[in-house]
């Protein structure tokens, strides 16, 4: 019953931007912090951004503070993530999760398919 599905991603040229969704359900959106993860071929998957429930607050990893905008809707059920001055670095699946709190660790295990976002000239 739980879905997270992410869309949006695309290829895209060094200094684009796209905008990801994460579409939700099946848990009460509202009651939890969201993240985007992204995980590039050969590497760990990795946090890039959180917000908290009400978006309130955010926080960024080093690697895309300043690019990279994360922001939610709770009447959609929907985290977004922003992304603009891309960088090849930044080619990856990207993932979205609710977090439980205060450890950060993600709720559902069961990671879905991602979006694919590809930054090439």
């Known amino acids: 019953q739980v879905q997270l599905v992410e869309s949006g991603g695309g290829l895209v040229q060094p200094g684009g931007s796209l905008r990801l969704s994460c579409a939700a359900s099946g848990f009460t959106f509202r009651s939890y912090a969201m993240s985007w993860y992204r995980q590039a071929p050969g590497k760990e998957r990795d946090m890039v951004a959180v917000?908290?429930?009400?978006?309130?607050?955010?926080n960024y990893a080093d690697s895309v503070k300043g690019r990279f905008t994360i922001s939610r809707d709770n009447a959609k059920n929907t985290v977004y993530l922003q992304m603009n001055g891309l960088k090849p670095e930044d080619t990856a699946v990207y993932y979205c999760?609710?977090?439980?709190?205060?450890?950060?660790?993600?709720?559902?295990?069961?990671w879905g398919s991602g979006t694919q976002v590809t930054v090439s000239s």
């Open positions: 917000i908290t429930t009400t978006g309130g607050s955010t």
């Open positions: 999760n609710a977090l439980q709190w205060p450890s950060l660790v993600p709720l559902f295990g069961s």
